[in-house]
């Protein structure tokens, strides 16, 4: 256990858990905290809750401001999100937050936002099994990982996934129907380090496979912020003496 402990706020729509019984079964206090509590009991790190119907979606300046690293799990009403809060997490992204997206989140408006490409993908429901590639060993994200693991049942995206070129391309997913899927992608936006991570399906206790579950500390710690810093655009005087100045 470090002696600073890293800021996380886990947010989540939290509506798929109270509406289906299914997914309510899984996770009964709601995905947010099935990751928030597994990410406590790693000891690194302070966690803090916010869902889509709080004041303000949970996501306060103040919250904001105590926040490293932001999760962000969406799925059927991107649409609710206000447009202002959204403007507010991207600043602070822009500032240095890590943003870490999962599954269905890659229609969120602030992926989109920060991609500033659809994200659209293929999709299909089946439960059908899927095998996750490590590509980059050396990459933060992928310690501790085997060369690929499974998951036994999971909803399929396929390629052509509508982002920009990534960073890197840490994880790349085949499917039993035979689609792949790069399922793990990193990219930069100012000073902020964003990570997208397809698993995790509400119906599937996907949050609870301890591969799954390393990928998350990793990312957790690697998307950190480092800095909070917004350097404006100021006009600045000279370090040395002009002389070529008209
Ligand atoms: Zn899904």
């Not at 809060?85 to 890659?106: E, F, P, T, Y």
């Not at 439960?127 to 933060?140: A, L, T």
């Not at 509508?162 to 994880?171: N, T």
């Not at 998307?223 to 917004?230: F, G, P, S, V």
């Amino acid at each position: 256990m470090s002696e600073h402990k890293i800021k996380v706020t886990v947010w989540n729509e939290f509506r798929h858990e109270k509406e289906n019984d299914k997914v309510k079964a899984i996770y009964p206090e709601g995905m947010h905290v099935a990751i928030g509590e597994m990410l406590k009991n790693e000891g690194d790190f302070e966690v803090t809750y916010a869902t889509l119907d709080d004041p303000e979606h949970g996501l306060t300046q103040e919250v904001l401001d105590n926040t490293d690293v932001l999760f962000w799990w969406g799925h059927g009403h991107h649409g609710d999100v206000k447009d202002e809060i959204v403007d507010r997490v991207q600043k602070r992204i822009l500032a240095g937050m890590g943003l870490i997206v999962l599954h269905s989140g890659h229609k969120s408006k602030i992926f989109m936002r920060m991609l500033g490409t659809t994200a659209n993908l293929k999709w299909r429901e089946k439960g059908e099994k899927e095998r996750i590639w490590v590509i980059e060993h050396s990459h933060p994200i992928a310690k501790g990982l085997p060369d690929h693991f499974e998951l036994p049942h999971t909803e399929m995206y396929g390629e052509r996934f509508d982002i920009p070129k990534p960073d890197d391309v840490v994880f790349i997913t085949w499917y039993e129907g035979g689609e792949v899927f790069r399922s793990g992608v990193t990219f930069t936006r100012g000073n902020g380090k964003i990570f997208y991570f397809a698993p995790g399906h509400e119906s599937f206790p996907i949050y609870y496979d301890p591969n799954i579950q390393k990928v998350l500390v990793n990312a957790a710690k690697w998307a950190a912020a480092t800095i909070n810093r917004d350097s404006g655009c100021p006009m600045v005087d000279p370090l040395e003496e002009i002389k070529s100045s008209k």
